[in-house]
């Protein structure tokens, strides 16, 4: 059908126009099939690795194999082997590829959200690199799978807590028992109240507490008179005109009075062998005879009252013990 | 009109269209058909059609990508989810929207216009005049009404989806060429090839159903100017429901 003219102006390059539109959109759609050829990998070389796992859940074909979290394969294909488990399938590019050694370690990891993740771990850059069509186990870790133990455990606690806190409970038993505790302790009594179990054993510890204090405060007075009587000891046994003192001096007569003893034996030596000598004349000796027993007679009553003078000076002879007052 | 008559007249209706798309596909495939004629009303409709929205189309279409990429993309941030964003936009905007807004585009201006040209050709008699002078209407205007909106409509849907493709790039990394490896990824991703066959018949069903059906509906006029009003909203409201089954359809394949 001809169009009136002045209802729509037609240009005239027309069909130049529709060309180029033509022309730009064949070459969009042509550009924009070359770009997902090539975004899938189809011109570039590639190699085949295969994990195997227990369970493939959450893993789809089109999925990412991650490396440091950058993407370096694809799952391509996923089926059930001969045993049950899922093999899939993944290209990885040949430049990719060199992540890949024969040490490295795969994952399929599944959060609570979102798919699973295909993760390669390489300890070891050094090692071998992995070979086209390699079979790999994949190590599986997956937190759903963790929430039904989670939820089973949970409610156990949540059972517990629901016993414990429930009327009659043992918490409700313990929480009485510490109100009580805590009236107890704002009571008259306080702590020890608290602690014994009621205000007559308290009164009985404050009494036996009070009963201390005196036996520490006759005890310090006895401790008191002990020192005095230490003293006292001291200075009569050690203190100038002491036991000791005597003792010594006692000991110095002694030791003079014996020494005259010596001299008044080596006397009645001489004596007797002037005796012997002179036995003849007896009369004459008879004077010297009375002299000597005269002497005698005193080293002897001296020897005598030295001995009484020890005997009554040195007390620990007759008794050991002392008496403290 | 009883419920009889209701359903009668639906099979009647959709009937004709089956039949006009029969005949313009039998004349399509006959190299007779091609003549300059028929490639002046061609090159005329995609013109009118395609050409002159152009510019609009792809900017309305840029401007779109633009915003529901922003929104995605800050949304699954929020939800620590900004490495589906891109594959989620990418199968939403260019896989389903931009293409059902292209067809409905198109529909409401071109299709609404050829609906209105066949029935007022139908009502001034000029195509049972051509068949008097034993001339197929079919094969002289219908079949380059119906190829041209055909064309149109997978050329407008392509240049669509190609520019919120970039401005999808664009929006996510910016000016940066380091995205192109994590975009080429969730591009393989979306557009496996059951993706791209499933879009080309999506896209190849929408056009048909563009170019068929006003032109079956504005044959249903009659010698009355009054039937003229009639066809054409028939006409309109039946493309509307078949895009809309359509898209529906396509979805349930895919995701169903």
Same mark, same amino acid.
């Given at each position: ?60 074909? #089109? ?5 440091? #979290? ?119 009594? #306080? ?67 014996? #020494? ?66 | ?10 099979? +009647? ?39 002159? /929205?152009?510019? +609009? ?19 699954? +941030? ?15 905007? /260019? ?21 209105? =040209? ?14 008097? =002078? ?5 094969? +002289? ?45 969730? !591009? ?15 896209? *190849? ?6 170019? /068929? !059906? ?30 809309? *089954? !359509?898209?529906?359809?396509? *979805? ?5």
């Amino acid at each position: 059908m001809e169009r009136e003219p002045g209802v729509t102006a037609l240009p005239k390059n027309l069909q130049f126009r529709v060309g180029l539109l033509l022309g730009l959109t064949l070459m969009v759609a042509i550009g924009f099939v070359v770009y997902v050829l090539y975004a899938r990998g189809v011109f570039e070389a590639r190699q085949r690795l295969t994990l195997v796992a227990d369970n493939a859940e959450g893993v789809s074909i #089109g999925m990412d194999l991650t490396f440091s #979290g950058f993407p370096i394969g694809r799952v391509n294909r996923m089926a059930l082997d001969e045993d049950g488990r899922a093999r899939i399938d993944i290209d990885v590019p040949r430049k990719d590829a060199r992540w890949l050694r024969t040490s490295s370690v795969f994952t399929i990891e599944r959060g609570v959200v979102g798919s699973a993740r295909i993760r390669a771990y390489t300890g070891n850059l050094q090692d071998p690199p992995l070979a086209d069509g390699a079979v790999r186990p994949v190590l599986r870790g997956d937190a759903s799978e963790e929430i039904p133990r989670m939820v089973a455990t949970l409610r156990t606690v949540l059972e517990n807590v629901e016993q414990m806190t429930a009327a009659g409970g043992s918490l409700q038993a313990s929480l009485a028992n510490l109100q009580a505790v805590t009236e107890r302790l704002a009571g008259r009594q #306080g702590a020890l109240a608290a602690v014994l179990g009621g205000d007559e054993q308290a009164k009985k510890v404050t009494t036996a507490i009070d009963r201390a204090n005196a036996l520490l405060a006759s005890l310090s007075a006895v401790s008191q008179r002990f020192d005095g009587v230490l003293g006292k000891t001291d200075q009569r046994v050690f203190g100038e005109g002491g036991v000791m003192d005597s003792a010594q001096r006692a000991l110095a007569q002694a030791n003079g009075i014996l #020494g005259d003893l010596r001299e008044t034996l080596k006397k009645a030596d001489q004596v007797l062998a002037d005796a012997q000598q002179v036995g003849a004349n007896a009369k004459a000796a008879t004077t010297d005879l009375a002299t000597l027993r005269a002497e005698v007679d005193a080293s002897l009553r001296k020897v005598s009252g030295l001995i009484d003078e020890i005997n009554r000076r040195w007390p620990f002879e007759r008794s050991t013990e002392i008496k403290l007052p | 009109m009883t419920r009889r008559d209701a359903t009668l007249g639906w099979i +009647r209706v959709w009937g004709r269209a089956a039949r006009l798309a029969l005949a313009v596909a039998v004349a399509g495939f006959s190299p007779a058909s091609y003549t300059p004629h028929t490639r002046t009303v061609a090159l005329q409709q995609i013109y009118f059609t395609a050409w002159q /929205v152009l510019i +609009r189309f792809t900017l309305f279409a840029a401007l779109l990508g633009l915003v529901v990429v922003q929104i995605t993309v800050s949304v699954a +941030r929020d939800f620590d989810l900004a490495a589906y964003a891109l594959e989620l936009v990418l199968r939403v905007l /260019v896989l389903e929207v931009i293409p059902l807004l292209t067809a409905l585009f198109v529909a409401l201006r071109s299709g609404a216009a050829i609906n209105t =040209e066949v029935a007022l050709m139908q009502v001034s008699g000029e195509l049972d005049g051509m068949r008097a =002078e034993d001339m197929d209407p079919v094969e +002289r205007e219908f079949l380059p009404r119906v190829l041209a909106t055909g064309i149109s409509v997978t050329a407008l849907t392509i240049l669509g989806c190609g520019l919120v493709l970039v401005t999808a790039y664009l929006a996510m990394y910016g000016f940066s060429p380091w995205g192109f490896n994590e975009y080429s990824r969730t !591009i393989a991703r979306v557009f496996d090839p059951p993706a791209l066959v499933g879009f080309a018949l999506k896209c *190849l069903a929408f056009s048909l159903a563009v170019a /068929v !059906i006003p032109v079956a509906a504005g044959t249903e006029a009659t010698r009355q100017m009054r039937s003229a009003p009639v066809a054409v909203m028939g006409g309109m409201v039946r493309l509307f429901f078949a895009l809309g *089954l !359509i898209e529906v359809l396509a *979805l349930a394949v895919k995701y169903v």
